[in-house]
């Protein structure tokens, strides 16, 4: 790999590392957020095989799996629109993965949310909480 090759593959890094950080700052954001509206958060960035969670919290008698996506502006659709068919089965499948890990959370219903959050960095974000944002099955039980 020559000297050019180098620099590409640094580059890459440097901006995943970049978007890591930024995905941090959003979550974060996202669970000031979701406490202040009465959100109990439960856990954040929950991995599996099957994919990750960013933040689970109990509202009321729901389990609400929540996605955080954060975009510097509504450019191409926004935040919300990158939750596309791919990312709600990895969703479904790792959440699914931890109600089996923690089972006395399968009491609740579960439910699907997204929280939008556009220029997180800023001193005020403008965040949108997306409830019942997609369902787990056909007819819209919302179980998994």
Not at 3 to 23: I, L, N, Q, T
Not at 53 to 77: M, P, T
Request: hydrophobic fraction near 45%.
């Amino acid at each position: 790999m020559g000297r050019s090759g180098f620099c590409r593959v640094a580059e890459r890094r440097r901006r995943a590392a970049a978007a890591r950080r930024a995905g941090c700052a959003a979550e974060r954001v996202a669970a000031r957020y979701l406490r202040a509206q009465g959100a109990e958060v439960l856990l954040c960035n929950f991995r599996c095989r099957c994919g990750e969670l960013d933040i689970v919290a109990r509202c009321g008698e729901e389990l609400a799996v929540i996605e955080v996506r954060s975009r510097a502006s509504r450019a191409f659709g926004g935040a919300a629109a990158s939750v596309d068919g791919r990312k709600r089965t990895r969703l479904l499948r790792a959440a699914s993965r931890l109600l089996q890990v923690r089972p006395q959370w399968a009491q609740w219903r579960v439910r699907f949310d997204v929280v939008t959050i556009e220029a997180p960095e800023t001193a005020r974000p403008r965040i949108e909480w997306i409830k019942h944002a997609f369902m787990s099955d056909a007819d819209g039980a919302g179980r998994i």
